[in-house]
């Protein structure tokens, strides 16, 4: 898999869009980005994942650049609970275990 | 559905106890997996299964044994408990869809070894 890079952390205000980078410069044709993200050390949770296309759902958007080498996870009105560490991963998908790498994390303040 | 289970929340063993972590899951998902997250750290694969009766080493197999008889569950063994063990320990599922690409994780068993 693909080894991605992000931003050990960043802060962003409540209420504001929180705008999550990473890069994945050696991204396969056939391989996925992942984001994740884990809230106090709870289960990582699933948040959104995308191929070539940019995608959005109900908690967030995710902007993958033409070349496929880099990607922004966009939370668009950040809260509180939004607070946690953030990881993209690059898998090829179906059958594959996620390689975790040290994520961001995110602090909303108020 | 209760999702992905895992029991106990909490242990603490000594330096060489065995014992067994338990991970259920009740979604009929095929693949199931075991992580370990150290203090500050991402999570790390420990091992893997991709259906009843077929497992697999991840990235940090040693001093750790699964099995898989049924598709429900993926129990991981401590054969010889070591301080370096000491770690929260997921347990994760996903379906074998073509469009499944979410996995589920478990709340963590948050383990210590004296």
């Known amino acids: 898999d693909a080894k991605t890079t992000q931003p050990p952390s960043m802060d962003c205000a409540e209420g504001r869009a929180a705008n999550l980078p990473c890069n994945h410069s050696?991204?396969?044709?056939?391989?996925?980005v992942y984001w994740y993200r884990q809230i106090h050390s709870q289960g990582p949770q699933y948040i959104i994942h995308g191929l070539k296309n940019n995608e959005t759902n109900e908690m967030a958007s995710l902007i993958i650049t033409e070349d496929r080498k880099s990607s922004t996870l966009i939370l668009p009105h950040a809260t509180l609970r939004d607070t946690a560490v953030y990881y993209c991963i690059v898998n090829r998908g179906a059958g594959n275990m996620l390689t975790f790498g040290g994520g961001t994390r995110l602090m909303v303040k108020p | 559905n209760a999702g992905v289970t895992q029991t106990p929340k909490f242990q603490v063993l000594k330096t060489g106890q065995s014992m067994t972590l338990q991970c259920a899951q009740d979604m009929n998902h095929e693949y199931m997996s075991w992580y370990r997250q150290d203090p500050g750290m991402g999570l790390r694969l420990i091992h893997y299964?991709?259906?009843?009766?077929?497992?697999d080493q991840g990235e940090v197999p040693n001093g750790y044994n699964v099995s898989r008889s049924t598709t429900e569950d993926f129990p991981l063994r401590l054969l010889s408990a070591a301080p370096s063990q000491t770690s929260v320990y997921f347990c994760?599922?996903?379906?074998?869809?073509?469009?499944?690409?979410?996995?589920?994780f478990g709340p963590g068993t948050r383990l210590t070894v004296t």
């Open positions: 299964s991709v259906g009843a009766g077929i497992t």
């Open positions: 050696t991204i396969s044709g056939n391989e996925y």
């Open positions: 994760a599922s996903r379906g074998s869809d073509r469009g499944a690409y979410e996995q589920y």
